[in-house]
């Protein structure tokens, strides 16, 4: 080819590609649209999936179908997503585990946390609850520490897995309190809540939406939440730092994330609707019972969101030293 042909070649090309490109975002959504969750159904992801997901289905007249594909601290379904086709109709609810704490604690990861995808909204974001079983007799963060330091290495944990926001919380309250606890990993939200009703283990340091209406039923304790501030759910609860343990400061968001190279247009598509649906009464109520707050950011500020979230967590996790179990 002559050289002197080339800055026109590359211009058609990049013609054609913003052509096609326009065109289907002209034409999305044509058919059923498939919204991964990356844990198990019944967890906290879950929670906020499926009110999200028919109220976009409602905005886009198309069905917006929920699909639970757990493994690896939520990693597998977020690496299946990243090879996805960029065409929209395969997205993912991501969050603060898989894309800022999993690059930290998984040295080979199937997907890049911020290369791999192109950011739609943040949804929610909000603290953790530590709550602890009926069997434990810890009334304050104070007695569960004075307890953990009377039996070193008896007391355990759940978390919904390795790598997942809870596990680092729990790890973080481990060397903030100066204790030998032990963390028990289990593969989602309903697992580790069964196993803490059923004495399994003697606390978790929870989202709120697993464990806000157990609280509320008087079938867990509530002790502290993580985060600088009071939650508007729980407001008898202290932080952390108010509860004497300083260093816990751990606040969890869910996003929507598409395939890198789907195209603006239909990116722009699904930041409209799922900010929309966030208005939409239905939803709002649904999320309102779980405890977070809502958000709906443009896919830009998202953007510029998930970047700073992965640079400091992945350095939280380097510096206090978390490996998987």
């Known amino acids: 080819m002559n050289h002197r042909h080339l800055p026109r070649v590359l211009a058609a090309i990049c013609a054609f590609l913003l052509t096609a490109g326009t065109a ?18 019944g967890g906290a992801l879950d929670a906020v999936a499926r009110p999200m997901a028919e109220g976009m289905r409602k905005i886009l007249g198309q069905p917006v179908i929920v699909e639970n594909v ?8 977020t690496g299946n997503v990243a090879k ?23 040295p080979k990861l199937t997907y890049d946390p911020i290369a791999s995808f192109a950011p739609i ?52 309250f481990k060397s903030a309190a100066g204790i030998d606890v032990q963390h028990i990993p289990y593969r989602g939200g309903g697992q580790a809540m069964t196993a803490l009703m059923a004495g399994e283990v003697s606390y978790i340091i929870g989202n709120t939406q697993l464990v806000k209406p157990l609280i509320s039923g008087a079938k867990l304790r509530g002790l502290a939440v993580t985060g600088e501030q009071r939650l508007a759910a729980l407001p008898d609860l202290p932080t952390f730092a108010q509860a004497g343990t300083a260093g816990v ?31 939409d009464e239905s939803v709002q109520k649904s999320l309102a019972t779980l405890g977070d707050e809502s958000v709906g950011s443009s896919a830009a500020d998202f953007t510029g969101f998930v970047r700073a979230e992965h640079q400091r967590w992945v350095q939280i996790i380097r510096s206090a030293g978390i490996k998987i179990d």
Not at 24 to 38: E, K, M
Not at 70 to 77: F, I, L, S
Not at 84 to 106: E, F, K, R
Not at 149 to 166: M, R, V
């Open 84 to 106: 996805a086709a960029p065409d929209g109709y395969t997205i993912l609810l991501g969050s603060v585990a898989t894309h800022a704490i999993a690059a930290g604690v998984y």
């Open 249 to 279: 400061d751990v606040v969890t968001w869910f996003g929507l994330f598409a395939p890198a190279g789907t195209a603006p247009g239909i990116v722009q598509q699904l930041n409209a609707a799922a900010v929309a649906a966030l208005k």
């Open 121 to 172: 909204t943040q949804l929610t974001r909000g603290p953790l609850v530590l709550a602890v079983a009926p069997q434990v007799a810890a009334k304050t963060v104070a007695e569960l520490i004075a307890a953990a330091k009377a039996s070193p290495g008896k007391i355990n944990y759940a978390s919904t897995g390795n790598g997942t926001a809870l596990h680092v919380a729990g790890e973080l």
């Open 70 to 77: 757990p493994g690896a601290g939520g990693t597998v379904g």
């Open 24 to 41: 289907a975002a002209q034409t999305f959504p044509s058919r059923t649209i498939t919204l991964v969750v990356p844990f198990p159904a």
